[in-house]
């Protein structure tokens, strides 16, 4: 009974898609309890999203990707256009705020075991989104061309040429020559404003099928009560709005009151340089520092590329229909481990990094 | 508001908080210095007003090139900045008060130079982008390793025409006693010419000799005084008719400094020398509107560099890292 109520809308919206038509929009439900707080990750997602792609848009209107130009179309925008440095301040806190969301929104998805079939689709597609989020990253740091994005590309480049097999082909594929330079810089920015986000953009259309076509997750077992349903058409939509709004305000005021930092020009030649780890990815150079020289491939690759595959492959691990966290402890307590553990190399990444004295 | 809605926007304003808190961090690596130049409603009112003891001070190294290789000294610098001026504080040793700047001594006979330079302090600022100045500072305008395109002996310069510096240049002889430092610019050096201009205006010094090069041409005006450190400016100056009122021992100012106008003028000078150093306060406004100035915006960083002369001449220098401007409000 319950479960029907869930999947009411994944009913309607295929047939929407089918027939079209905005009238068909207008009737379709989704249960009340789609706009509680604890799915209200998801809405904020998509409203990051949506100001990642109007930022970025706007600042590609002046950017251009040759070496040393690039560093001067980007203070150009930051500093003498009108609002460049809320737009480029609203881009930078965006992608990081999203990281967090995004963290959190997939926290919540695994406690509530939201992953567990007919949902294990959702879920994939959600893991994926995720795993599309280093790139963007990797690919964007560079495009300022100043000093902290330049050396922060070149240590990933060496992070990822460690990577057995793939690895320099990886490197060469991104960089396209011995040297980071103007290919490198004209292929990352296809990647980033081009290829990544057709993908994500393809990611997030999926996950929405899917989340349509296998329902949303219920209430857990146990808690079951009539739900009562609200229209999609305004009261989903409006709250997604008003997320947006309140997203956008409150970023563009962040932006304005502190703006994102642009660095010095990238100097090729100033191998002093030593950039300091951003805070989603201490934990990976406290890995990397850990393991060296021929085992630098285990903190590289193999424990963060085992435990993306664990997350990626929960649904076909934690098989039962089992929902509830508490009867779940396995999953919790191997959740609250790697939680543990990355909270933990993230912490000594970010002694090593930003209050030991030779930084 | 629905509670779910009210929690909803309230994580979200936490999340942003807690956002600001992560990543507003200012991510740099290797260790560049920075002076943060702090804001203030009102200008400092001369070298001893009570806010430069409040400000904090950042000692900069210099190590000195040519003939001053191996020898280190620093400056203490402090910044305030209002709502449309900016105002630098500096501070060094040095033993000796050198405006002598080649003046004339008259031994009773003839006329000759006393030897003897001038002390200087000079900053550049980035108009555009000079490649790699933002690291290496003066390395790449003014000592120049052998095969860049900008590496001329004995002269500076950018390396292109899209290169351009903001060259702020205090001297203790030639533009001090007038109440200014230089202002020029530093753009593409040529094979004949360096590539050092003074800005639009009027400024800089006047030499004060005969056609023949042999003595003075000018003295003091009737009615005037000698400028500070007994230097005579250009405007007060007058055309030597009788050297007969000259006695032994006379000294007169070989480098006579002219009043600046228009954008050459822009940088305004307090100085004293008092026990066995130099105290300066250079001031000027943020944004001159003149295209030969760096405008400084607050919300931007600048990369600068500065050099030291001791009683020296151009590339006998000592020299600062490059180092970063910030703003703070």
């Excluded at chain 2, 500065?306 to 001449?313: G, N, R, T, Y």
């Amino acid at each position: 009974m319950a479960e029907t109520e869930f999947n009411s809308m994944e009913k309607r919206l295929p047939n929407f898609a089918a027939r079209g038509g905005f009238a068909k929009l207008l009737q379709v439900e989704v249960p009340a309890d789609s706009i509680c707080w604890h799915r209200f990750f998801g809405a904020l997602q998509l409203a990051l999203v949506f100001l990642l792609f109007l930022s970025g848009a706007l600042m590609a209107f002046a950017y251009t990707p040759v070496p040393g130009t690039a560093y001067d179309s980007v203070d150009y925008f930051q500093f003498s256009l009108s609002l460049g440095n809320v737009v480029r301040g609203v881009h930078h806190y965006a992608w990081n705020l999203l990281l967090v969301v995004m963290g959190l929104h997939l926290l919540r998805a695994l406690i509530v075991g939201a992953y567990k079939a007919p949902r294990r689709i959702v879920w994939i597609s959600g893991v994926a989104f995720l795993l599309l989020m280093p790139l963007f990253i990797i690919s964007g740091d560079l495009l300022p061309w100043d000093q902290k994005g330049y050396w922060s590309t070149q240590v990933r480049f060496s992070i990822i040429a460690s990577i057995p097999v793939a690895g320099d082909f990886l490197v060469q594929l991104f960089r396209g020559g011995p040297l980071t330079g103007i290919v490198a810089l004209t292929r990352l920015y296809v990647l980033h404003i081009l290829l990544l986000p057709c993908a994500l953009v393809l990611l997030i259309g999926l996950h929405f099928y899917f989340m349509a076509t296998r329902g949303l997750s219920g209430p857990l077992p146990g808690k079951l009560i009539p739900r009562p349903k609200v229209p999609f058409m305004p009261a989903i939509v409006n709250r997604w709005l008003a997320v947006f709004i309140v997203s956008a305000i409150g970023l563009g005021l962040v932006a304005w009151q502190w703006p994102a930092a642009l660095g010095d020009p990238a100097d090729p030649t100033d191998s002093a340089f030593i950039p300091r780890p951003e805070w989603w990815v201490l934990f990976l150079n406290q890995l990397v520092a850990i393991f060296k020289g021929p085992f630098m491939v285990l903190g590289s690759a193999i424990i963060p590329g085992g435990l993306a595959l664990l997350i990626g492959a929960l649904p076909f691990i934690d098989r039962s229909p089992e929902r509830r966290p508490s009867k779940r402890m396995g999953v919790m307590v191997a959740t609250a481990v790697v939680l543990a553990g990355l909270t933990a190399l993230s912490v000594m990444g970010y002694v090593e990094h930003f209050m030991r004295p030779e930084h | 508001m629905q509670k779910p809605m009210k929690i909803g926007v309230l994580t979200c304003v936490l999340l942003s908080i807690l956002g600001l808190f992560f990543f507003s961090n200012n991510v740099t690596g290797a260790a560049k210095q920075t002076l943060t130049t702090v804001y203030s409603k009102a200008a400092p009112t001369g070298l001893d007003d009570p806010m430069w003891v409040k400000i904090k001070a950042l000692e900069v190294p210099f190590d000195g090139k040519e003939k001053f290789a191996g020898k280190k000294t620093s400056v203490t610098t402090k910044a305030v900045f209002t709502d449309s001026e900016i105002h630098f504080w500096f501070n060094w040793k040095d033993a000796n008060m050198s405006v002598t700047k080649e003046a004339w001594t008259y031994d009773g006979k003839t006329w000759s130079h006393l030897k003897g330079d001038e002390d200087r302090i000079s900053l550049l600022f980035e108009i555009n982008r000079i490649n790699n100045f933002a690291t290496k500072g003066c390395a790449v305008t003014c000592h120049v390793p052998p095969g860049a395109p900008n590496a001329k002996e004995g002269k500076f310069g950018t390396a292109t025409d899209a290169e351009k510096g903001d060259l702020w240049h205090w001297k203790a002889a030639r533009s001090d006693p007038a109440g200014y430092a230089d202002d020029g610019y530093l753009a593409k050096i040529s094979d004949t010419k360096g590539g050092r201009k003074g800005d639009a205006g009027k400024g800089g010094d006047r030499q004060n000799m005969t056609a023949d090069k042999s003595k003075p041409m000018y003295m003091l005006a009737p009615g005037k005084k000698l400028a500070k450190n007994g230097i005579l400016l250009a405007g007060d100056a007058v055309e030597i008719t009788d050297y007969s009122v000259f006695k032994a021992g006379d000294v007169v100012t070989f480098r006579m400094p002219v009043a600046a106008e228009g954008s050459f003028g822009d940088i305004k000078a307090v100085s004293r020398y008092a026990d066995g150093a130099w105290t300066v306060l250079l001031s000027r406004k943020l944004d001159t509107g003149h295209d030969d100035d760096v405008a400084f915006n607050p919300q931007k960083k600048y990369s600068f560099a500065m050099a030291l002369f001791d009683d020296s001449k151009d590339q006998d220098s000592y020299d600062s890292e490059a180092l970063t401007l910030e703003f703070k409000k």
